[in-house]
């Protein structure tokens, strides 16, 4: 694809994930469409967005396009065993040419087996700290190109911002619900 083209159509795909995240507040609607989105846009198999537990030792799936349910099901994703998952959350985008014979990868087999050869992974920042990392998982060898890299890097910021919105509106919501049950006599939920 000519690089003119690749930019368009990434252009389209984040005017089309803006328009998605500015109609919702609803998280997981929206991060499944930012996931289907880039895939599509970077001409993946697959891509998902995974979200730092709140101990901040485990990268749980929040949304995912394209992986089967028992390469998702292969065991959780612990930052300390995942050298390319601690090199992502430290601010760098990645990307690994071949997931099946690079050590930095936590899961090799199970990759190989769903069919997974090349990824590219870019942190979600938010407030100057890793929230997560989105992920885009390819049946091919690749390299990604720069222009790919740095459409990722845009998504995941959209991402990052669509993440926090939504917890600051969940938030908001839980206070007002909790100031109306005070003032209605009833006990606040924990």
Same mark, same amino acid.
């Given at each position: 694809?000519?690089?003119?083209?690749?930019?368009?159509?990434?252009?389209?795909?984040?005017?089309?994930? @803006?328009?998605?995240?500015?109609? *919702?507040?609803? +998280?997981?609607?929206?991060? !499944?469409? %930012?996931? /289907?989105?880039? =895939?599509?846009? @970077?001409?993946?198999?697959?891509? *998902?967005?995974? +979200?730092?537990?709140?101990? !901040?030792? %485990?990268? /749980?799936?929040? =949304?995912?396009?394209?992986?089967?349910?028992?390469?998702?099901?292969?065991?959780?994703?612990?930052?300390?065993?995942?050298?390319?998952?601690?090199?992502?959350?430290?601010?760098?985008?990645?990307?690994?040419?071949?997931?099946?014979?690079?050590?930095?990868?936590?899961?090799?087999?199970?990759?190989?087996?769903?069919?997974?050869?090349?990824?590219?992974?870019?942190?979600?920042?938010?407030?100057?700290?890793?929230?997560?990392?989105?992920?885009?998982?390819?049946?091919?060898?690749?390299?990604?190109?720069?222009?790919?890299?740095?459409?990722?890097?845009?998504?995941?910021?959209?991402?990052?911002?669509?993440?926090?919105?939504?917890?600051?509106?969940?938030?908001?919501?839980?206070?007002?619900?909790?100031?109306?049950?005070?003032?209605?006599?009833?006990?606040?939920?924990?």
């Amino acid at each position: 694809m000519q690089p003119e083209q690749s930019l368009g159509k990434y252009f389209d795909a984040l005017y089309q994930i @803006v328009m998605r995240i500015s109609g *919702s507040l609803e +998280l997981d609607e929206v991060l !499944g469409y %930012l996931t /289907e989105e880039t =895939a599509k846009a @970077v001409d993946v198999r697959a891509s *998902s967005v995974r +979200l730092l537990d709140a101990s !901040g030792t %485990l990268l /749980e799936m929040k =949304a995912v396009h394209g992986l089967s349910d028992s390469y998702l099901n292969k065991g959780p994703v612990q930052v300390e065993r995942s050298h390319v998952d601690q090199q992502i959350l430290s601010g760098q985008a990645t990307q690994l040419v071949d997931v099946t014979s690079d050590t930095s990868f936590q899961y090799p087999e199970e990759a190989r087996r769903e069919g997974i050869v090349s990824l590219a992974s870019v942190p979600l920042i938010a407030h100057a700290k890793p929230i997560g990392v989105l992920r885009v998982y390819s049946g091919e060898r690749r390299t990604f190109a720069d222009a790919d890299m740095r459409f990722l890097v845009a998504v995941a910021d959209l991402a990052a911002l669509c993440i926090e919105n939504a917890r600051l509106y969940e938030g908001a919501k839980q206070s007002y619900e909790d100031t109306m049950n005070v003032l209605w006599g009833k006990e606040p939920k924990e």
